[in-house]
């Protein structure tokens, strides 16, 4: 119903559905003032068609307030911080720079020694993300490699392939490499045929990896 | 949920002792949030994967900054600022790349069977989390703020770095488009 025509006077009271509609949403999370809450509720006594749309809002907000996000479980969570950790190192080898020393040139200097001297004894640094390190490892391994690695990641993992179809936790990209290293040949594989006998959530993961790297 | 001042107090304590250079202190401040930033990761960006990704994110962020938070605000509203940030970054990461969520593709075109996660979401509740997603940037992050997470608009306009009454009126405009796209 538009609005001119929902704006009568019955009884002596104005039917204010505009007004009504701006703060029943307002009303049905409890922010509504005591005021506009009175107002709204005398006018959903005499408005049948504004009852229905708070009906119809209680029903879509009850609807939302049930929509769970999934629990990735306890596997996941304890593995949260120890990951964290590594991705913190990964990215922040220190605690956030603070300039203690009296002359800042002093850390300058010693920051550019240490540099030249990591350059002579032949250091690299890592590639700029963990994904891009994962998706270099596992382009340089062979499936039953990563089978391998996966296994040494989560034990048990490949024993339970056909029926446990939970693994909750990514692993990190240190994770991976270590397990990769102790497996890894320098070879070109197949990822995909492996990945296709991977239960669902590893090849989430590797379709994730292959999407970050690839595109 | 609305921190209560108890949450509050801890969070400022577990602050200050970081702050001061006990790294110990981060670990409980991690402890204490992780699943709230998961959830609303999670709602945010609506897969697991990119939950749990934007989640680590979001939590090497405040270690990298925490040193330098002035407690302007409450530690729960700048966290939920940077993880908006960071969720809004993915998206036009998303957008730039054509990347499409893994959650949006069919799973027998990942050549997978519908697991467990795919059975706790009835059609129903997919198509009204689909609804969302299809929502105005500013719309959905207010919607999830004000539902999901349990804020009240007064701290949603502190996040979201607008007036109270743009949150609310975002809140009003997420429920009307809701309701057309849901056809509740």
Known sequence: MRE?????????TVRRCGRAKELLPLMLVGEASAGDEEFVRTHLHECAPCQEESERLRTLLGGLATAEVPD??????????????DRIADKHPHRP???????????VGTAMLLMAGAL????????????????????????????????????????????????????SANQMQEALDVVLPADESDIYATVRALPPEAQKWFMRVSYRGAV | MTATPDLNERDVDLVRRFQAGEDRAFDELVQAHRREIYRLAYRLLGNHA???????DAFVRVYRSLARFRKESSFR?????????????????????RQVSLEEIPLKELGVEAGPAARRF???????????????????????????????????????GCTVGTAKANFFHALKGLRERARV
């Open chain 1, 4 to 12: 001119k025509e929902m704006r009568r006077v019955v009884g002596g």
């Open chain 1, 72 to 85: 990735p479980g306890e596997v996941y969570w304890s593995a949260f911080l120890p990951r964290l950790r």
């Open chain 1, 97 to 107: 720079i603070r300039w203690t020393l009296p002359w800042p040139a002093l850390s």
């Open chain 1, 120 to 171: 002579v004894v032949g250091w690299q640094p890592h590639s700029n993300t963990p994904f891009q390190r994962m998706t270099e490892i596992t382009g340089r391994a062979r499936p039953q490699e990563i089978r391998e690695a996966f296994e040494k990641v989560y034990p048990g993992t490949e024993a339970s392939l056909p029926n446990d179809r939970s693994i909750q936790v990514l692993p």
């Open chain 2, 50 to 56: 990119d939950a749990d990704d934007l989640t680590q």
């Open chain 2, 77 to 97: 509203t700048w966290m939920t600022r940077i993880v908006l940030n960071l969720a809004a970054d993915r998206r036009s990461e998303r957008t730039a790349k």
């Open chain 2, 122 to 160: 009835p059609f129903a509740e997919r198509a009204v989390q689909r609804a969302v997603g299809l929502l105005p940037p500013r719309q959905r992050e207010t919607l999830i703020l004000r539902i999901f997470q349990g804020m009240k608009f007064q701290e949603i306009a502190a996040v979201m």
